[in-house]
């Protein structure tokens, strides 16, 4: 077992301190800003509480990319098991976190990392999950005002977006497993509760994906939960380097997003469908052989039903969004392409 002795990383403009008190898992500094990341809570009990098994940073040697696996074991009842991994690159911080009840178990909830937020914060935008197939959705900004509730629903918001005095943005979102986070409805019963609220001058986020009526069985399963945070990456000049295509006419149609009649949007590629990934992988390791430098033009993330894109053809339908997915390929390809003796860089088109 380790102890837990503070441990830190830092990149360009932030700094992840592994604190681990009973209050706070870690906190996250990005600019002038502070996140504040709170322990899941399962009914009464807290991750908090909870016995540390793992506490383990790990660093690239390339630099790119620098992650800490947790491990918690809740020593109450059939003992929840608490496993996250936290990644960070540039521009990034992914979150996925699993939450094990290894016994048959009555909880009143399960509820993720509660976040808070402090700095000089001038207005905040919360966008809904649209539907399968749909655009992603262009939230309304707020003005941020002394004790107000942003958001407030039994259904998950799909990010929030917030602006500093100085003109920066925070995003903070939930995952690709839409599914997940917003699966309560799935369940007889059984509902969420999602808040984002200004406290005090605090940005207060509160994700309860599950309140269990009496009686429910949550036990006996392990339950996974995905969300991030997103700041302006470093920009790269890429001039004279050369254009990644994918020749996406040679590929089937099911690389298309599907809406929730099962019906193909034409140009919004998933990014999970199995045959994008290995159209794309395939490019970058072409170019790789011959140590270029290159660029990829993106569009906006995709919302898709098709549950055979998350392996799980049995299901009919399974809400995702490839948000998380387009994050790991970019930072692969930059990874292959840095170790053959190349580059590569994401260009955002308008």
Not at 213 to 239: D, L, T
Not at 271 to 296: C, G, L, M, T
Request: proline share 5%; aromatic share 10%; charged share 30%.
């Amino acid at each position: 077992m380790e102890d837990s002795k503070k441990q830190i990383l830092n990149g360009r403009n932030w700094t992840a301190d592994f604190c681990r008190r009973p209050d706070c898992l870690f906190t996250f500094e990005l600019y002038d800003a502070k996140i504040s990341i709170k322990p899941v809570s399962i009914g009464d009990f807290s991750e908090g509480s909870g016995i540390i098994a793992k506490n383990q940073i790990h660093r690239r040697l390339d630099g790119l990319s620098q992650d800490c696996r947790m491990k918690t074991v809740i020593p109450f009842g059939v003992e929840p098991v608490v496993k996250r991994d936290v990644l960070f690159a540039d521009g990034e911080m992914r979150v996925v976190v699993d939450i094990g009840i290894g016994g048959k178990a009555e909880y009143k909830h399960i509820a993720i990392e509660p976040l808070e937020l402090e700095g000089e914060w001038r207005r905040i935008a919360v966008a809904s999950c649209p539907e399968s197939g749909e655009p992603l959705p262009e939230p309304e900004w707020v003005e941020i005002n002394e004790n107000s509730v942003i958001y407030q629903d039994s259904k998950p918001f799909l990010f929030c977006r917030i602006e500093d005095t100085a003109g920066r943005i925070i995003e903070i979102g939930n995952g690709d497993d839409l599914w997940r986070i917003g699966g309560a409805t799935d369940l007889e019963g059984v509902t969420g509760e999602f808040k984002v609220s200004i406290e005090s001058g605090k940005i207060i986020i509160k994700r309860i994906p599950y309140i269990f009526p009496p009686e429910f069985q949550c036990g006996n399963r392990s339950w996974r939960f995905k969300w991030y945070v997103i700041w302006e990456p470093q920009v790269i000049e890429h001039a004279n380097w050369e254009e990644l295509e994918v020749d996406t006419a040679a590929l089937p149609e099911n690389i298309y997003a599907a809406d929730c009649d099962g019906k193909r949007c034409p140009n919004m590629i998933c990014w999970y469908a199995p045959a994008w990934r290995k159209a794309f992988k395939k490019a970058v390791r072409i170019a790789a052989a011959r140590k270029a430098k290159i660029f990829f033009n993106i569009d906006n993330p995709a919302f898709c039903s098709d549950s055979g894109h998350m392996e799980r053809s049995q299901k009919a339908t399974l809400p995702h969004w490839d948000m998380m997915m387009r994050r790991e390929l970019l930072l692969w390809a930059k990874q292959q392409m840095k170790s053959a003796g190349g580059d590569f860089t994401s260009v955002k088109t308008s």
